[in-house]
């Protein structure tokens, strides 16, 4: 027995653990189905119970369609309650191992950070993090041993799949970060003017949050989000600061770190802030136009080096092309 048979034993063994755990969970997701599944069969009879005495009543014809569209949408209720129960039943038992020293390992402070930047808040998603990752880690290295077994770079394949498979959920949720973050830049200097017209016509500063989060989060989703869970966490007894602390340093942004201290600061200590909210609007939109500057600068640089490898082949058979036929046609006469 080779070093690589043994090393893609101890992988196999590894895998076959994780999917252990994942045996143990769908154990305790298949108790909670079963009362789910007596409850719909005894709906199930129920229905079909009342179309009997609804056709013995006399309404053979309408009430037999009537039994069977209803059959199909409890049918459909159905299915689509044991899939919720199913997720929910699944959320509930990863949820169980993400206080282990485990959990800790496997979704660990950063990738909490990293989840809370994505907006995902609830220890529900989380434990769907968790899931995700044990699976995929679980998955891939089974499917390599399928795909690549026999072959001298097992072990190979079966650590890049455990790696692949441990590493992809996570690199989907930041890739999903970076574009809240995004998102997030974009919105502020709409933020920032909604905010300062707001206060000029005289509401108070939680009335113009209220009116951002309810009639402006089509135009700002993802700041009408975050000022929604602020305000929530306000509404139950924490202060404005405390409420606002994790807009402000979620997303690493300084320019909406500064207004979330300019809100707390009117908040405590009031006084008019049209002024300073303009000069920051201005600030911001100069600071937009500059980058706009810098991309359209890098785009004609990557433009010049597309234009020389599709444009200027053609330009040189347009232009030089009759002299060179020319050069060959003379070239050839003088052989002759």
């Known amino acids: 027995m080779t070093a690589h048979t043994v090393f893609a034993l101890a992988l196999l063994v590894g895998a076959l653990g994780c ?33 009997a005495r609804a056709i013995g009543a006399g309404k053979e014809t309408r009430q037999t369609t009537d039994a069977k569209d209803a059959s199909e949408a409890g049918r459909g209720r159905a299915k689509g309650g044991r899939l919720s129960h199913l997720g929910n039943a699944l959320s509930r038992a990863a949820a169980s191992w993400l206080d282990t020293p485990f959990g800790a390992i496997v979704v660990a402070a950063e990738d909490r950070r990293l989840l809370d930047r994505c907006g995902f808040l609830d220890a529900r998603a989380r434990a769907r993090f968790f899931a995700a990752r ?8 089974l499917l390599a041993l399928g795909v690549f077994n ?18 992809l959920p996570k690199w989907f949720m930041r890739r999903r970060a970076k574009a809240r973050q995004r998102s997030v830049a974009n919105e502020l200097p709409m933020f920032v003017d909604l905010l300062r017209l707001l206060q000029g016509v005289g509401l108070s500063l939680d009335q113009s949050l209220q009116v951002m989060i309810n009639d402006f989060a089509t135009l700002l989703p993802v700041l009408a989000q975050e000022l929604a869970l602020a305000h929530r966490q306000f509404t139950s007894g924490r202060t404005r600061e405390q ?94």
């Open 150 to 167: 026999g072959e001298p770079r097992l072990a190979m394949w079966m650590v890049g799949a455990f790696s692949l498979g441990f590493m």
């Open 19 to 51: 999917a252990l755990l994942g045996v143990l969970a769908f154990t305790g997701l298949a108790r909670m189905q079963r009362g789910a599944h007596t409850l719909d069969h005894a709906l199930d009879q129920r229905a079909a119970s009342s179309a």
């Open 243 to 336: 409420s606002l602390s994790r807009l402000a340093t979620s997303y690493e942004s300084d320019d909406l770190n500064a207004v979330m201290r300019l809100v707390v600061q009117v908040d405590k200590h009031g006084g008019a802030v049209q002024e300073p909210l303009r000069q920051f609007g201005d600030r911001l939109r100069e600071s937009r136009r500059a980058t706009l500057r810098e991309r359209i600068g890098a785009l004609t640089v990557k433009m010049t080096g597309v234009m020389v490898v599709t444009l200027l082949p053609a330009l040189l058979i347009m232009t030089a092309g009759p002299g060179f036929i020319a050069v060959f046609h003379s070239l050839s006469t003088i052989h002759r």
């Open 134 to 141: 044990i699976g995929s880690a679980a998955l891939l290295p």
